[in-house]
């Protein structure tokens, strides 16, 4: 991960933050406006009219996970509904779960209508009896357990000495010890046929970020503590490190759909991302689906950065306007 996960959607919902959130979300709106061209008066960068690239169009699926046992926790929106998504065109057989039944459903749906196969279970991964009965009945449903994609997680940022100790526990208990638990139910299900095991990590590094950063920091230390206890049963386990991703987790609330496209194409230029985009959730999902088939068997206890560009840290760089930048 890159250092530019925006949390403008996070302040806004921070206790005590609403004034840096409302700040942010202006200071967006403004920056945003004049990438577009909307504020008269805002001189534009040549930069933000250049036309950004754009991700390649997807390959087909190959139906490389055709009749596999594919679990996910946090496919509710975002990266874990992409990949649950991909994981089904491949033919996998997916369990997923997240707090919102409503978006639950939604995604298990879609995945019905477009023929594949998926079964919801609303689970909280902060509690471990949720987390140990949504695998347990997983397996249970679907006879096996191959794949885990443990990518749950959540981001609250403040300065450390503002950072309250509810929301580095809240992160903490969702982001590593989630993970920590995932793993620890998962691991006695694929140690009768072996399996794949790939975490949700992060590279960012960025004022504000320490719960953030440290929670992921830590999946990355579990997965490599793990991948040699389990190595030698034929269980792999790697994390993923997504560069700055067009999820919710990163665009603040209610945006207009045209101010949040402007200020991407201003944030693209501005940041460390070679490719001057975003990632878009599907091809993140594409290489979450890459590293869990036999073409990465010699990957363990990796944490492979798909960010765009190597990560870097400092403070966000916004686009012209944005006061918090
Ligand atoms: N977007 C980025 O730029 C970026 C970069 C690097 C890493 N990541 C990581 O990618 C992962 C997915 O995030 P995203 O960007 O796709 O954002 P997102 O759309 O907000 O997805 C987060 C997912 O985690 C689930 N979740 C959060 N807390 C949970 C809990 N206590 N129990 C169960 N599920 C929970 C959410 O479901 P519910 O709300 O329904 O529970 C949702 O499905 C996260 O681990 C994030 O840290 C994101």
Same mark, same amino acid.
């Not at 998504?85 to 409503?102: D, I, L, S, T």
């Not at 140690?191 to 992060?202: Q, R, W, Y």
């Given at each position: ?15 005590? $933050? ?74 996998? /057989? ?114 504000? $970020? ?5 929670? /992921? ?15 030698? /049963? ?29 200020? /991407? ?61």
């Amino acid at each position: 991960m890159t250092a530019q996960e925006p949390t403008q959607a996070e302040a806004a919902q921070e206790p005590g $933050g609403p004034r840096r959130g409302r700040r942010a979300f202006f200071g967006l709106a403004a920056a945003a406006a004049g990438a577009a061209g909307l504020a008269g008066a805002v001189a534009i960068p040549p930069y933000l009219t250049e036309t950004p690239t754009s991700a390649p169009p997807p390959a087909s699926p190959r139906g490389r996970f055709d009749g596999r046992v594919v679990l996910i926790t946090g496919a509710t929106s975002g990266i874990g509904e992409a990949t649950a998504k991909a994981f089904a065109a491949e033919g996998a /057989k997916v369990g997923f779960c997240g707090r919102r039944a409503h978006h639950g459903r939604r995604v298990e749906q879609e995945i019905r209508e477009a023929g594949g196969i998926a079964r919801y279970l609303q689970a909280d991964v902060r509690d471990p009896e949720q987390l140990r009965r949504f695998v347990d009945e997983t397996v249970g449903a679907f006879g096996r357990l191959d794949v885990a994609f443990n990518n749950a997680g959540i981001t609250k940022s403040a300065p450390l000495h503002e950072m309250t100790l509810e929301d580095w526990t809240d992160v903490q208990h969702t982001n590593a010890r989630g993970v920590f638990l995932a793993i620890k139910y998962e691991v006695p299900h694929m140690l009768k046929n072996g399996g794949v095991i790939i975490c949700t990590a992060s590279e960012s590094r960025r004022p504000g $970020g320490v719960a953030y950063s440290s929670s /992921k920091q830590a999946i990355k230390g579990i997965v490599e503590a793990a991948s040699m206890d389990y190595g030698s /049963k034929g269980i792999r386990i790697n994390a993923i490190a997504p560069g700055t991703t067009d999820t919710a987790l990163v665009r603040p609330p209610s945006l207009p759909d045209a101010v949040w496209e402007a200020f /991407k194409r201003a944030w693209g230029p501005r940041n460390a991302s070679g490719l001057q985009r975003m990632a878009s959730a599907e091809e993140i999902a594409r290489s979450v689906v890459s590293l869990a088939t036999a073409e990465f068997s010699y990957m363990a206890g990796s944490t492979v950065l798909v960010g765009g560009a190597p990560f870097g840290g400092g403070p966000m760089n916004m686009p012209p306007g944005f006061p918090a930048g």
